[in-house]
């Protein structure tokens, strides 16, 4: 693989892993304010799946002998506030599920931009794959929690 196509290859698995990273640690978080045990099972599940994401994307940046890069504490810290703020007054099942469908929406939107920004651009085609599945994981998830509204 040519040096171009490494650097290129290397943004994308970056943005990629952010992304479940970011999924994985806001399950983690609203997890302790779950009561509804179909919910909890529902995200319990997603969890599983995004840090399965987590391993893969892992696994292709250590590949091109990269290493994965988490967001900041500052981000990280900000979106554990947001939440516990977002669920003082309302920790209601619906309340949840609203909280993580836009989460995934976020994350959805975010993985559309990347494979967007990267299919016309010299990528391998193994995280392209990875990425459009994960959009598709994450807009499964947005039915399924629906039913939670």
């Known amino acids: 693989m040519d040096n171009n196509k490494k650097a290129v290859n290397a943004q994308m ?13 806001s399950m983690v978080n609203i997890m302790s304010r779950v009561k ?19 391993k ?6 250590y ?9 900041g504490f500052m981000t990280k810290m900000s979106a554990k506030i947001g939440m516990a703020m977002n669920t003082m007054t309302d ?8 909280m993580v469908i836009e989460g995934a929406t976020m994350g959805m939107t ?12 010299e990528c391998s ?3 392209l794959k990875l990425a459009r599945e ?6 499964d998830s947005i039915e399924k929690l629906k039913k939670f509204l």
């Open 125 to 127: 085609e193994a995280p």
């Open 36 to 54: 509804d045990g179909d919910l909890r099972q529902e995200l319990t599940a997603q969890l599983d799946k995004y840090e399965g994401y987590g």
């Open 134 to 139: 994960i959009a598709a994981f994450e807009d």
């Open 63 to 71: 590949d091109i002998g990269g290493q994965p890069k988490e967001e």
């Open 110 to 121: 975010d993985m559309t931009k990347i494979v967007r920004e990267f299919e016309n651009r």
């Open 13 to 25: 698995l970056d943005r990629m892993y952010k992304n479940v990273k970011m999924g994985s640690d």
């Open 91 to 98: 920790s209601t099942t619906s309340h949840l599920a609203q």
């Open 56 to 61: 893969q994307v892992s696994k292709m940046i």
